[in-house]
């Protein structure tokens, strides 16, 4: 008898939010207008069948499992150096807590979160 598993793309998702999240220089994750949407009616769905929502704001992975992520990085760090990091930290989070291969990381840098000097 042998079992199957499935992993969701909120699973991945979520994964990669927080290894985005946990990237140096990473000030926040970002949102798009149809991410929030789709997490207002996904979080009010798990509201109603009890269930505490992944957080994963700012993440989408397409059904090719292509991941992509929208970050603010703080000033002084250089974005293009933040998104590369973005890029591997996903990819070895997402391998090591789901066994899903990535095959691509889109990184967004929408913001540069400025740091008082």
Known sequence: ?????????????????????????????????GALVGGWSR??????????PAPAEGVTVAEDLVVRVSVSVRGPESAAL?????????VRAVEAATGVVVPAVLVSIVDIAVVPV
């Open 1 to 33: 008898m042998s079992t199957e598993w499935v992993i969701g793309p909120a699973v991945v998702a979520s994964v990669a939010a927080h290894a985005a999240l946990g990237t140096a220089g990473v000030a926040r994750l970002e949102p798009g207008v």
């Open 43 to 52: 979080a009010a769905r798990q509201q109603v069948l009890g269930l505490t």
């Open 82 to 90: 933040v998104g590369q990091a973005v890029q591997r930290s996903v």
